[in-house]
């Protein structure tokens, strides 16, 4: 069993940047797949970022390229969403999720074994 706990959300003026973590226990995520996610209310929830099991490939969501960076430290079982030039659009309840099957990057939401409970990002105009 996994278990994984966002935090670093919060409130900021766009054009800020806020900084995501993904704290995992339960079971050593450094060989597997993370990603990030993003959601609001009567949408479903999109692909952000992704990062393989080696840290080597990240890929992310066209709307995020240039602005947001995923990594990854091991040794501290933790990812990361660094998020810069924040726009209202950003606005969400962002989740962190991990694939323990495989190491790859994947963009979609059924790839995904576990998630966290999310974290609020509300981005003011």
């Known amino acids: 069993q996994v278990q994984l706990v966002e935090s670093g959300g919060g409130l900021v003026q766009a054009g800020g940047s806020l900084r995501l973590?993904?704290?995992?226990?339960?079971?050593?995520?450094?060989?597997?797949?993370?990603?990030w996610f993003r959601q609001t209310p009567g949408?479903?929830?999109?692909?952000v970022a992704a990062i393989s099991g080696s840290g080597g490939i990240t890929i992310s969501a066209d709307s995020v390229k240039g602005r947001f960076t995923i990594s990854r430290d091991k040794a501290q079982n933790t990812?990361?969403?660094?998020?810069?030039?924040l726009k209202p659009e950003d606005t969400a309840v962002y989740y962190?999720?991990?694939?323990?099957?495989?190491?790859?990057?994947?963009?979609?939401?059924?790839?995904?074994?576990?998630?966290?409970?999310?974290t609020q990002v509300t981005v003011s105009s």
């Open 79 to 85: 990812v990361y969403l660094q998020m810069n030039n």
């Open 43 to 47: 949408k479903e929830r999109e692909f």
């Open 96 to 118: 962190c999720a991990t694939n323990v099957a495989g190491g790859s990057v994947y963009r979609s939401v059924r790839s995904y074994d576990y998630w966290g409970q999310g």
């Open 21 to 35: 973590s993904c704290a995992a226990s339960g079971r050593t995520l450094g060989r597997y797949a993370m990603g």
